[in-house]
């Protein structure tokens, strides 16, 4: 929706206004049977963006699988790489180690333009707790440091309605690693699958569905609907108990 250089930088701006902690920028759709990008033109659409936003000295994250992409964004000053393939991609492991970035791993069965062609069979949490132990060993052996990562379980990539569920029912197993966990239900398809609502009119199932995933121990949530979701956040805060001062 924002396809032009001063649309995102405006729209980033009221994102902060919003309430967001981070601004995690993207330039290739990888919704489900999206077409990839050639490397030049996603750094097109990204450089000019990113420029003015380093500027604003915010926490920013880059949305890309792309090595070339990566050294880019991080020689701008960006703080983190959220890649969708974990750092699988030719280069993408070397690129970040050399950095001291924050990182993002999600766990996406296939890829974007037939992933839910032929989804994930099985259970869900028990394939990405083993991904995600094999692509820790992989950042570990290149020197990345466990406490830069950030595990995304990847909602709707390559799974089932029910299995997307199933990962939010049993989050917390996978904070077995230590690791924290960043969760992304936002408008997703299984939100749509089960309440009948079009994309645009999923704010609310959206707002539950983030609640529950930080009520289960997510660290990160990514959404479009900021303020909404802040004010949600805000109630759950309150209605949590209070731990009794020590001392």
Known sequence: RWTTAEAAVAHAQQLL?????ILDIGAESSRP?????????????????????????????????RAITMRRALDLGVDIINDI?????????QA???YECGICLMHMHGEP???QLSPLSGDPLEQAGEFFKQRLQAAIAQGIEPQRLVLDPGVGFGKTVAQN???????????QSGLPLLLGWS?????????????GDRL???VVAAVLAADKGAAVLRVHDVADTVAALAVWQASRPTQPVSG
């Open 85 to 93: 393939w974990a750092l699988r991609q030719p280069g993408a492991l």
């Open 113 to 115: 333009a037939s992933m």
């Open 33 to 65: 049977g999206a077409e990839p990008l050639i490397d030049d033109e996603e750094w097109r659409r990204l450089a000019p963006v990113l420029t003015e936003l380093i500027r604003w000295q915010v926490p920013l994250s880059v949305d890309t699988y």
């Open 165 to 175: 569920f199933m990962l939010l029912q049993r989050q917390q197993e996978l904070m």
């Open 17 to 21: 206004k919003d309430g967001a902690d």
């Open 204 to 206: 609310v199932p959206s």
């Open 96 to 98: 970040v180690a050399s």
């Open 187 to 199: 408008r997703k398809s299984s939100l749509g699958a089960i309440t009948g609502l079009e994309v």
